[in-house]
């Protein structure tokens, strides 16, 4: 039986807590919800003992309405893709107009791992910064886990339209720069996914 590490973590509630994650990874994987580029990751990530993922994204192009684009309860999602996108999705929306404006983001993955001690805590983070992922951190500890999120920083947003008032002219050259952005986030994803195929978590 895994130990009590240092008292911190309390083996029963974070394995309760790592069985209800992976069911309902499961069924998101079974109608369809999962982000697709993420499952095997994901897999892995169970597959390891010390550790588990709550949420997990491998990074998304979404057109937004909102006042500004880091808003997050003021704002309305009007398309989302995990995978690069078209000039015609987006220019296809276009004829509508947004109650405030919308803005093209592209951003890179973001994941949160709940480990079982600090030193996979630890662990876990020199391999996310180490496979491009800086902006990373231990964000809460308690006797469920230690929550460590990774975020890889890649992330740009564009304003394509304010109420009635087309911005952009060139959607090619913007769409183009947020397939990039999101192509870098994926890559430094998959750095990341070879790196925890080695480790003993």
């Given at each position: 039986m895994m130990e009590r590490h240092c008292n911190l973590v309390d083996e029963t509630l974070w394995s309760r807590r790592r069985e209800e994650f992976y069911r309902r990874f499961l069924e998101d994987v079974e109608i369809g919800y999962a982000d697709k580029d993420i499952v095997d990751f994901i897999n892995l990530v169970f597959s390891k003992k010390g550790v588990f993922t709550t949420s997990s994204c491998s990074g998304r192009i979404t057109l937004v309405d909102a006042l500004y684009p880091w808003l997050r309860d003021e704002a309305y999602v009007v398309f989302k893709k995990h995978e690069p996108i078209s000039v015609e999705e987006i220019s296809n929306l276009l004829s509508q107009n947004p109650i405030h404006r919308f803005w093209l983001i592209s951003s890179g993955p973001i994941l949160h791992f709940v480990a079982i001690d600090l030193e996979k805590a630890h662990k876990i983070l020199q391999i996310a910064r180490n496979s491009g992922f800086k902006h990373s951190g231990i964000i809460s500890v308690s006797n469920e886990g230690i929550v460590v999120e990774i975020i890889s920083g890649t992330?740009?947003?564009?304003?394509?339209?304010?109420?009635?008032k087309l911005i952009v002219n060139e959607l090619d050259d913007v769409v183009k720069v947020a397939n990039e952005v999101l192509i870098e986030g994926k890559k430094?994803?998959?750095?990341?996914?070879?790196?925890?195929?080695?480790?003993?978590?």
């Open positions: 992330w740009t947003s564009f304003l394509i339209k304010d109420s009635s430094r994803l998959e750095k990341l996914y070879k790196a925890f195929k080695e480790v003993d978590i």
